[in-house]
């Protein structure tokens, strides 16, 4: 069903790195959205209303909120599409997360207004009437969501959408809401116990909980979050391929939507090749990482020794110490400066994000003594660097 819609209204639908494909998948999803919650609201509310049910008809505003949740997604998609312009040279691409954050506020909302409901029947509680064809029709309404659920979360994974992925999550706690109130509904038709309160309750708190996870996932990307060790990988691979780069380090990556990204990097390059054939090096990579991975990437150069056997084996030495006190460390910009009564070593040394200043500065020192007992004349003078890319 899902590639039956996807190939009918979706023009090019295998071309996701599009704006204009990724925009018409946002569409889709928002009609079919907007279309199946209020069928699912006008049919709970009848049923609720019939017979008296708090979480049942909670449940059929939850499935109003849901079709607001599409109206906004469809906005927020149509926005995000919007091309790059002066007043904002980097694109629109972020709308897609404030989207999805109102969505989240929704989801918050509607648990709120579910909990304060659920509590009333706890301390006021109502005859509650049983009636298969009525709880028939809400076991249809959860394979519905189901569906739902399984449609919007194959949609955002195939156009890496935020807000899609959170109108999956939304749909998610649906199938829960409706199938604890069916829970409830047989619960006290074959015990005569009125549980309703107590199960909104529940099912409250977790729709709450469920809005505060995906605020929480869509403020990351706005706030900037580590790099993805695969695409890290993907980047440094590329860019050390080219003869001429020794290494990389320092890779940033500013994300202004799920396909809009600008990059930095650091590219150490040989100290004796000329300026003018390494800058052409660099800009070579530039526009190939461009057209290859969609990436705006600027690339800093680092001229490091790569023909002086003492330099290079005085930084396997302090790679060494630094990898035996801390397994996650690295270091990077090494070189060395000689005179008669000293010889500074000068790197920077990267250590994992965890560190508190305190065990900043017991490894600072630790690795300053171990070096020092190798030769007494050595002096360190070492940047401490934190890695943008995310800890395993």
């Known amino acids: 069903m899902t590639e039956l819609l996807v190939k009918r209204f979706v023009k090019d639908y295998e071309n996701t790195e599009n704006a204009n494909v990724r925009t018409n998948y946002g569409i889709l999803s928002s009609l079919v959205g907007i279309a199946c919650n ?17 979480s049942v008809m909670a449940d059929a505003f939850n499935n109003l909120s849901d079709a607001a949740s599409s109206i906004i997604s469809f906005i927020g998609v149509k926005l995000a599409g919007r091309p790059a312009d002066k007043e904002h040279p980097f694109g629109h691409g972020r709308f ?38 009525l709880v028939g029709i809400l076991v249809l309404s959860v394979l519905l969501k189901v569906w739902m659920s399984m449609f919007n979360r194959k949609l955002g994974k195939r156009i890496n959408s935020t807000v899609m992925l959170a109108t999956s999550a939304d749909s998610r706690n649906d199938v829960i809401v ?9 619960f006290v038709a074959f015990t005569g116990i009125n549980i309703d309160g107590y199960i909104g309750l529940l099912v409250s708190l ?17 706030l900037g979050q580590a790099i993805e060790r695969e695409v890290y990988k993907k980047i440094t691979d590329m860019v050390e391929s080219y003869e001429g780069i020794c290494g990389t380090h320092d890779l940033i990556i500013h994300n202004y939507g799920p396909t809009h990204h600008m990059a930095t990097i650091h590219a150490e390059v040989p100290n004796n090749i000329g300026f003018e054939h390494a800058h052409e090096t660099i800009d070579r990579i530039e526009r190939d990482v461009l057209a290859k991975l969609d990436i705006f990437l600027v690339i800093h150069m680092d001229p490091i020794e790569v023909n002086d056997k003492t330099v290079a084996e005085k930084k ?9 006190l801390e397994e996650k460390a690295t270091i990077h910009d090494f070189r060395i400066v000689s005179g008669e009564l000293q010889i500074n070593l000068i790197f ?45």
């Open 96 to 133: 897609e997360y404030i989207a999805a954050l109102a969505v989240a506020f929704i989801i918050l909302q509607v648990g709120f207004q579910l909990f304060q409901g659920a509590l009333n029947k706890v301390l006021h509680p109502e005859e509650l009437s049983f009636n298969p064809v």
């Open 178 to 186: 409706t199938s604890a109130t069916i829970i409830s509904t047989l």
């Open 38 to 54: 209020v069928i699912l609201f006008l049919t709970k509310l009848f049923i609720g209303m019939i017979i008296n049910s708090i």
């Open 206 to 222: 977790f729709v709450m909980l469920s809005g505060f996870n995906i605020a929480k996932d869509t403020l990351e990307p706005l």
């Open 348 to 392: 920077d040394l990267v250590i994992p994000y965890s560190y508190s200043k305190e065990e900043e500065q017991k490894l600072l020192s630790r690795v300053i003594e171990e070096i020092r007992t190798q030769d007494s004349r050595y002096q360190c003078i070492i940047t401490l660097d934190k890695s943008f890319v995310a800890e395993e």
């Open 316 to 324: 396997e030495m302090v790679l060494r110490i630094v990898k035996n």
